[in-house]
């Protein structure tokens, strides 16, 4: 079983970046598809992006597409969100996902997932 730890999360002024890490342990990490999604107050939470195992495919939802980027590091088992250009509409708890296979786009499809860690983005 997969335990992820999230960290990296802050207070930025909009414009802004941060980098969120995620670190893995407790699976063969290179086996499983990584995901981060994001939850703001009263809201669902939603897809941000994903990569694939190998990291050859990436996805992101249509809000953060061109700001984010999504890698990882399979020998250091983590994975990263780079977030460029931040907005406030980008304040939210982020969290970390993990599937086996390949990568998917909806909470439901992934198994494992870490506590969060929030970020806020002042105007």
């Known amino acids: 079983q997969v335990q992820l730890v999230e960290s990296g999360g802050g207070l930025v002024q909009a414009g802004g970046s941060l980098r969120l890490s995620c670190a893995a342990s407790?699976?063969?990490?290179?086996?499983?598809?990584m995901g981060w999604f994001r939850q703001a107050p009263g809201k669902e939470r939603e897809f941000v992006a994903a990569?694939?195992?190998?990291?050859?495919?990436?996805a992101y939802g249509d809000s953060v597409k061109g700001r984010f980027t999504i890698s990882r590091a399979n020998a250091k088992n983590t994975v990263y969100l780079q977030m460029n250009s931040l907005k406030p509409e980008d304040t939210a708890v982020y969290y970390c996902?993990?599937?086996?296979?390949?990568?998917?786009?909806?909470?439901?499809?992934?198994?494992?997932w870490g506590q969060g860690t929030q970020v806020i983005v002042s105007s």
């Open positions: 407790g699976g063969a990490f290179s086996n499983y598809a």
């Open positions: 996902a993990a599937r086996r296979t390949m990568l998917a786009y909806t909470v439901d499809a992934y198994a494992y």
């Open positions: 990569i694939s195992w190998s990291g050859s495919n990436t």
